[in-house]
């Protein structure tokens, strides 16, 4: 299998955990969106990463997609079974991976416009989304279970990409999330190799 990401990425930081954690052999390719390589555009019309190359020649994306891909894989590892938790961890990571459209939703409005043409509404009503998501995590913390999955995994890759792009403006208001991720490294060994980077 071929993984189209790139390290700043929070999607393919999830996904490429979720690899790990299941024990997945991916022949990882970085990628470069802002170029629109001729491999990825060809696999995905929207030019988005990550994307999986599964090895019958299919193309899988989202990050979501994959997900549900490599839990199948790995029958049933990644998700847990019973309805009500698979529901909680499904919900975790859509709020961690909604948290992190808003996020990119500001970078992109930054990098994309000339700075004239920067919306700063926009950039607010964004940040008030992720902090309000965050606020949400805090106050209702993932229960520690025994066994990772794909949510843990999904807020995870949040945290470290806020970490990397907005350090310093959202750790003081959350710290239950900070400790709850110095928890979550001690089950997860790999999270400083694989967590969002420059
Ligand atoms: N919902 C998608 C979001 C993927 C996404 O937006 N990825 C970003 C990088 S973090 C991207 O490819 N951006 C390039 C673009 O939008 O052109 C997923 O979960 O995979």
New binding site residues.
Partial sequence: MKLLW?P?????SKVRMAAHFLGLKLNEIRVD?NTAPAILMESNP?????TLLTDDGASV????AIMHYFDRLAKGKLYPSKKGKRTDAEVLEALS?GI??CL?AII?ERRFRDDEKVHQPWIDRQWKKATSGLAHLSANLPKSAKKLHGGHLALAATLGYLDLRFKGQWEADHAPLIDWLVQFEKKFSAYQELKPSV
């Fill in positions: 790139s700043s990425s929070p999607y393919s969106t929207l030019g988005k990463i990550p994306f989202d990050s979501v991976d992190c459209d990119l992109y």
